[in-house]
């Protein structure tokens, strides 16, 4: 065998100096650095990945319309004369941005499966820095794809203002990414990515048909109550759907029938709160993630 | 000048099995040491352990100066690793996934255009660099991979088995990098191989064998070490062969890769009293001298083929095992 550089190599550059760098150690300024650069390579990621843009909005469209313009024939009485696709818009809002954070999620045991995991887990960062940039990645894709979703306001009878759009994308944000942690979360766990999506849904679907995204959370028989306020999605279902409706000047009746609000043993639950059961989930759910990404070799 | 590596009795065991069972070694500084052995010997065991991916069982290591099991961000920012299996992330281009190993490395920004395009030059991707990496060929993933491992002008270069499954233009062409980087940097290079030709480019081998190092040297004193000659005949029957070769000559001889071999020193004298004294016909004769091959034979009594068809019925009872225990 003989050892020569082939033509398509390129001449080695014997003739110019050495470009040295140095690896600075450790501090906050790198981690931040990292954190950066994770996120940054989730966002580079979903650009390049135009059809899962447009696979993710298939769902959460066909709710909105066929199931929202379907089911309205057989609801209208009940509505108070509120379209139903109005009604479950909220609701649409959240699994939407649900979907697409799974689907970061799972690029983490994607990642695994191909290797390139380990090129972060070698790098001299902490794996928290991976977990946190991963996370806020997922929250910004999934939460722009919620923008999508948010311009078909029109077509569901709902005025565009700017506090809805501010306050419906930072409820997305806080959804996709306590969503993502879960995920990451799982992942940690999960080496395949096709158990990993088996997984996921087992466990989306229920919360999402639980959390009263499609169906007022009043009166509901017993076993349902109970498991719809033990379900995490109902606490951003709720706030999102009290921000929209504040949007339409409902009659009295219409609001207390279609968005009751949230009773834990007859209290009523403040939206303050709900917010931060999602709050409080997502970072649980990060620090769980963090922890088991820090403890593997 | 210090050892760019150092490791004494470095253990791991995985439950029962011992993969690595004590070695100790030293890599001299801009050295190319070359750990030679078949698969399941230990070799990427060790490696993963030097580069701080796997806690050691035992023992203790130095790479760069720093130890792999107290300083492990240390010796993570002096290393620069290509793994055995790719890497990359084939959506970005390649020189997204150079920017972004340069940012978790925290290289200094003005510094990341000029040594991207120092160490792309070098495998000659400098032109392809804004191609997605899920376009380029293997070999051109793994001097890809090579070139990211030297962004951050690692003191230490970790190669494990660079030219596995590639053609023989892109081995010789991986080879020329890493005699180049050698003159250039400075750099101190190990690599895991188990093509034998190329174990011969490293300056010292360590050859391994069920999880110990058998021996460390130059190839060259190496091969002189054997001081014999490796005769590898054909006969009409192999097992009387054998037998006579033992009553009549006092050599012992066994079969590997459909031949009857021995070594004796001088074999050229040896081979006429062969054909007058062996009682067996034989059908062909081939004498040569040392190699590493030979080297590997005299040290562990196998070729590294017969060691890599008994390794890989292991690791496939090893792989058997994994999947029922998926199923469960």
């Known amino acids: 065998?003989?050892?020569?550089?082939?033509?398509?190599?390129?001449?080695?550059?014997?003739?110019?100096?050495?470009?040295?760098?140095h690896v600075p150690a450790r501090s906050l300024r790198s981690e931040l650095r990292a954190i950066k650069v994770v996120w940054r390579r989730e966002l580079i990621r979903f650009?390049?990945?135009?059809?899962?843009?447009?696979?993710?909005?298939?769902?959460?469209?066909?709710?909105?319309?066929v199931l929202g313009s379907g089911l309205q024939q057989l609801s209208s009485a009940s509505t108070h004369g509120v379209d139903l696709k109005t009604f479950i818009y909220p609701g649409i809002l959240c699994i939407s941005v649900m979907f697409t954070a799974m689907f970061s999620a799972a690029s983490i045991v994607w990642d695994r499966e191909f290797g390139f995991m380990r090129e972060m887990m070698v790098a001299p960062i902490r794996r928290s820095s991976i977990v946190v940039g991963k996370c806020l990645g997922g929250a910004t894709v999934a939460?722009?794809?919620?923008?999508?979703?948010?311009?078909?306001?029109w077509a569901v009878h709902v005025p565009y203002s700017v506090t809805l759009v501010l306050g419906v994308f930072a409820l997305q944000l806080l959804l996709a990414f306590s969503i993502t942690a879960f995920g990451v979360m799982v992942a940690a766990r999960i080496k395949q990515i096709q158990s990993f999506m088996g997984v996921m849904q087992l466990v989306i679907m229920p919360m999402f048909f639980i959390s009263g995204a499609l169906f007022p959370v009043t009166n509901l028989p017993g076993w349902l109550a109970v498991l719809n306020r033990l379900d995490p999605l109902t606490y951003a279902v709720a706030p999102m759907r009290t921000l929209v409706f504040d949007h339409l000047g409902l009659s009295k009746a219409a609001e207390a029938a279609l968005n009751p609000g949230?009773?834990?043993?007859?209290?009523?639950?403040?939206?303050?709160?709900?917010?931060?059961?999602?709050?409080?989930?997502?970072?649980?759910?990060?620090?769980?993630?963090?922890?088991?990404?820090?403890?593997?070799? | 000048m210090p050892a760019a590596i150092s490791v004494n009795s470095l253990r791991k065991s995985f439950?029962?099995?011992?993969?690595?069972?004590?070695?100790?070694?030293?890599?001299?500084t801009g050295e190319v040491f070359g750990f030679l052995g078949p698969n399941g010997a230990g070799k990427t065991t060790t490696i993963n352990m030097l580069c701080t991916l796997s806690k050691p069982s035992g023992g203790s290591a130095e790479v760069a100066g720093f130890d792999v099991a107290t300083a492990r961000d240390d010796v993570r920012r002096h290393i620069g690793l290509v793994f055995q299996d790719q890497t990359l992330d084939g959506y970005l281009t390649a020189a997204q996934n150079l920017e972004l190993h340069a940012?978790?490395?925290?290289?200094?920004?003005?510094?990341?255009?000029?040594?991207?395009?120092?160490?792309m030059e070098m495998v000659g991707l400098w032109e392809r660099r804004d191609s997605q990496v899920m376009t380029f060929s293997g070999g051109m993933r793994r001097r890809l991979e090579i070139a990211r491992g030297l962004m951050h002008s690692p003191r230490v270069l970790f190669l494990d088995e660079p030219t596995i499954g590639l053609d023989p233009q892109t081995r010789a062409s991986i080879w020329g990098y890493i005699r180049e980087l050698q003159r250039q940097e400075e750099i101190t290079i190990f690599m895991t191989t188990h093509y034998m030709d190329e174990a011969?480019?490293?300056?010292?081998?360590?050859?391994?064998d069920h999880g110990e190092i058998v021996v460390l040297d130059t190839p060259t004193a190496l091969k002189e070490g054997v001081g014999a000659d490796r005769v590898r005949i054909t006969t009409a029957d192999d097992e009387a062969a054998i037998r006579e070769l033992a009553e009549r000559f006092d050599l012992e001889a066994g079969i590997s890769e459909e031949a009857v071999s021995f070594y004796v020193p001088e074999g050229e004298a040896f081979v006429p009293r062969l054909f007058a004294e062996l009682g067996v016909p034989i059908r062909s004769v081939n004498l040569s001298r040392p190699t590493l091959d030979d080297v590997f034979m005299s040290h562990t009594g196998s070729t590294i083929r017969d060691a890599e068809e008994d390794g890989r019925k292991n690791?496939?009872?090893?792989?058997?095992?994994?999947?029922?225990?998926?199923?469960?």
């Open chain 2, 103 to 119: 940012e978790l490395y925290g290289v200094e920004r003005r510094l990341v255009e000029p040594r991207m395009r120092q160490v």
């Open chain 1, 262 to 297: 949230i009773t834990w043993f007859g209290w009523t639950v403040p939206t303050a709160l709900e917010i931060f059961v999602i709050f409080a989930l997502g970072m649980t759910m990060l620090g769980i993630a963090i922890w088991e990404f820090s403890a593997g070799e």
């Open chain 2, 200 to 208: 011969e480019f490293c300056g010292r081998i360590a050859i391994m």
């Open chain 1, 143 to 153: 939460s722009s794809q919620g923008l999508i979703l948010l311009a078909l306001a």
């Open chain 2, 15 to 28: 439950g029962d099995f011992e993969a690595v069972r004590g070695v100790s070694f030293e890599v001299k």
């Open chain 1, 1 to 21: 065998m003989s050892v020569s550089v082939p033509a398509d190599g390129g001449a080695p550059n014997s003739g110019t100096a050495v470009v040295r760098v």
């Open chain 2, 315 to 328: 690791n496939n009872r090893v792989a058997a095992q994994m999947l029922s225990g998926a199923r469960r």
């Open chain 1, 47 to 65: 650009r390049a990945d135009r059809l899962r843009i447009v696979t993710s909005l298939v769902q959460p469209l066909l709710f909105l319309f």
